[in-house]
């Protein structure tokens, strides 16, 4: 079974820190991997999705892809406390889209 | 514009009876996917829809659960004889549906969904 593994947490980072976020997958074929940040109560909402290996930057956010390792990872640079929320590693699954979410990370920055 | 809209946002049954859930996509968005949430962990492929075709039906837990898509647009999920494990949120996603795995899911709001 096609599995995406995360640490559940809670990550807590002070203000202005950098947080690092993990995820781990187990399907070798998957191509496309997504970060999405859910508050409480609110519907995913897409903040970086990545394709190659490497790093991809957008603004505080930076998304890095390890396909031999299987492994991708989301760094927030000067945290702030409204990064607070769940983290949500998805990866895809076959050619149709299809989106396997590890269990989410949560994140707490603290003023 | 609009994004994806989901109805109710809110249902509370009993065990045993059949709810409804509805999707409305975003306007041009023909690849439509239903997820479910149970309380604390991530989020559960159910099925996928391409237009009014479901090319991957293979997340639906049991026979209890059906969806359809008409008009290429807004898509039903039911779910009949609910038991009290059905309780968990169901959002759906959609995306513009022509380039494959690469393309953003836009997520609505959820239903809510509480089985007594």
């Known amino acids: 079974q096609k599995e995406v593994e995360q640490n559940s947490g809670p990550l807590s980072v002070p203000e202005g820190a950098i947080a690092s976020l993990n995820c781990t997958y187990s399907?070798?074929?998957?191509?496309?991997f997504f970060w999405y940040r859910q508050y409480s109560g609110k519907s995913p909402e897409l903040i970086m999705s990545?394709?190659?290996?490497g790093d991809k930057e957008d603004g505080r956010f930076t998304a890095q892809l390890n396909k031999a390792s299987q492994y991708v990872s989301l760094l927030i640079r000067d945290s702030q406390p409204s990064d607070s929320a769940t983290y949500l590693c998805?990866?895809?699954?076959?050619?149709?889209?299809?989106?396997?979410f590890g269990q989410g990370t949560t994140l707490q920055v603290k003023p | 514009g609009a994004g994806v809209s989901q109805s109710p946002s809110n249902k509370v049954t009993e065990k045993g009876k059949d709810v409804e859930l509805r999707c409305d996509p975003i306007?041009?968005?023909?690849?439509l996917y239903w997820y479910r949430q149970s309380l604390g962990q991530g989020l559960e492929f159910l099925i996928y829809?391409?237009?009014?075709?479901?090319?991957?039906k293979s997340g639906l837990p049991s026979d209890r659960f059906s969806a359809e898509r008409t008009g290429g647009s807004v898509s039903t999920l039911t779910i009949q004889r609910t038991q009290q494990e059905d309780s968990a949120v169901y959002l759906c996603?959609?995306?513009?549906?022509?380039?494959?795995?690469?393309?953003?899911?836009?997520f609505g709001p959820g239903t809510r969904l509480l089985v007594l």
């Open positions: 829809f391409q237009g009014n075709s479901a090319p991957d």
């Open positions: 306007s041009g968005h023909t690849a």
């Open positions: 998805a990866v895809d699954s076959g050619n149709t889209g299809k989106l396997i």
């Open positions: 399907d070798r074929v998957s191509q496309s």
């Open positions: 996603a959609s995306s513009v549906g022509t380039s494959g795995p690469q393309e953003t899911q836009y």
């Open positions: 990545i394709y190659s290996n």
